[in-house]
Structure formats: structure tokens, C-alpha cells
């Protein structure tokens, strides 16, 4: 099992730029497909994208499609989220996830697939 912490959230201006990262502790992260979704408030949490274990297929939500990149470092038990040409409606609390179902199944992109959950960090986009 692992346990999630993310960091990296912030009040950001649009157009700018954040780096969000997820450490995990406990053993087997690289065997996990790792996710990010995002929860705005008086909205549904939803998915934001996910990388595979080994870091080589990752796959976005189409709202955040070429702004935002997933990767992996499994040295580090770390996965990031890279966040560019920022919107507002791209503020929400951002967590990440982790899961034993390959990241490339449809089910792997809903929150139901994911059964390790980190905290959240929130990230703000001000217009």
C-alpha cells in the first residue's frame, strides 16, 4: 500500500505556470498506475490525466489536453504534475491517486479505478 502527499499548489495569474508533485511512501510504486484529478468547488471531482507504471503512456482529460504533463521519477516515488497557460476555470483542489488497474483502461480515468488518495493541494488561477 502507499500513502500520498502532494505539494506544490498555489495562487497562481493567468497564463502562468505551477508544478505539482506526489510523493509517496510504502512499497511498489513503480508497479501503480498514478492519476491526478481535480475537485472544483460545487463541482464533481474529476479526472485531470494519469501516467502508467513505468512512465511510458500517459493520458490526459480533453480540457487540459497539450497545457498540462504528467511524468514519473520511481526513484523518487514522485509524480508531477506540470500545469501551463493556466485558466481560471483550471482552479480546483488538485489530488493525486494511485491504482493497481492499467492506465490504459477506460476505468482507469474515473475516480472509482483509484484506491490510494492523497490529500489534495489547492490551486488557484486568478484572472
Known amino acids: 500500500q502507499v500513502q500520498l502527499v502532494e505539494s506544490g499548489g498555489g495562487l497562481v495569474q493567468a497564463g502562468g505556470s505551477l508544478r505539482l508533485s506526489c510523493v509517496a511512501s510504502?512499497?511498489?510504486?513503480?508497479?501503480?498506475?498514478m492519476g491526478w484529478f481535480r475537485q472544483a468547488p460545487g463541482k464533481e471531482r474529476e479526472f485531470v490525466g494519469s501516467i502508467s507504471w513505468s512512465g511510458t503512456y500517459t493520458y490526459y482529460a480533453d480540457s487540459v489536453k497539450g497545457r498540462f504533463t504528467i511524468s514519473r521519477d520511481n526513484a523518487k516515488n514522485t509524480v508531477y504534475l506540470l500545469m501551463n497557460s493556466l485558466r481560471s476555470e483550471d482552479t480546483a483542489v488538485y489530488y493525486c491517486a494511485a491504482s493497481r488497474i492499467a492506465a490504459s483502461t477506460t476505468y482507469a480515468r474515473t475516480s472509482e479505478g483509484y484506491d490510494r488518495w492523497g490529500q489534495g493541494t489547492q490551486v488557484t488561477v486568478s484572472s
Open positions: 510504502g512499497r511498489s510504486f513503480s508497479s501503480y498506475t
